[in-house]
């Protein structure tokens, strides 16, 4: 089964290693492709939240992250292929952008941590291209100015890291003007990847 209902959240039942390479497939087409992943803490408030829930359930691809979901699922029966969460997921997804020349660009966090993640990844896979980083803490009359920055930058994946649910609405509110293939809403992961 290669999707499920789980408190009215259609998740993807798919290993890491497809889950990558759909991204990386998207990330060549013109139109935006968004992608989430949610974990149980998302599942809470997907479930009080129907505009978050409508809004994952319009994504390409939610992936099942961590361990609380891997229960969840058990309890009803359904056999997850794998834990697809942002962590694993983005050395991996560096390292396949590198060798497919696919452009990233980090959108989200506080000011530098951006940054920093990049430049780990950087040293990581010198020929990944970062296209660029922004922070996640800017007005609605800015939107449109990063917007075109994202656009400028010839980037193809763009990772939003302004948290759950800012960040899928984000996303949806504009990947009509983005021109990147993929969008990914991705969390906490920049913090991770700083220090
Ligand atoms: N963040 C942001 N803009 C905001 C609010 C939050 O860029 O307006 C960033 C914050 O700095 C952090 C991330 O979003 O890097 C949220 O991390 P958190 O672990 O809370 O998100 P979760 O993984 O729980 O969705």
């Known amino acids: 089964q290669k999707q499920f209902s789980l408190f009215k959240v259609t998740i993807s039942n798919m290993t890491m ?11 060549k087409t013109s139109q935006c492709d968004s992608y989430a ?20 359930n319009q994504n ?3 992936f099942a992250d961590g361990s609380g979901l891997r229960l969840a ?38 000011t530098d941590i951006a940054n920093k993640a990049a430049a780990k990844m ?14 996640g803490y800017f007005s609605a009359q800015q939107t449109e100015a990063v917007i075109n920055t994202i656009n400028a930058s010839g980037a193809q994946i763009l990772l939003v890291a302004m948290g759950a649910p800012t960040q899928e609405r984000w996303i949806a509110e504009h990947s009509a003007k ?8 991705v969390g906490g992961l920049f913090d991770f990847y700083a220090d």
Do not use: W
């Not at 290693?17 to 990330?27: G, L, P, Q, R, T």
């Open 17 to 27: 290693n497809d889950a990558i390479s759909c991204v990386i497939n998207s990330a």
């Open 122 to 135: 950087q040293l990581r896979f010198p020929q990944l291209r970062i296209c660029g980083t922004h922070d």
């Open 73 to 110: 699922c058990k309890l009803q029966r359904i056999a997850l292929k794998d834990n697809v969460n942002g962590t694993d997921m983005f050395p991996l997804l560096c390292q396949q952008a590198a060798e497919h020349g696919v452009g990233i660009f980090m959108l989200g966090a506080k």
């Open 37 to 56: 992943f949610v974990n149980a803490d998302c599942m809470n408030i997907a479930y009080k939240n129907q505009q978050y829930r409508q809004i994952l």
């Open 60 to 62: 390409k691809h939610v």
């Open 178 to 185: 983005l021109n990147v293939g993929a969008a990914i809403g």
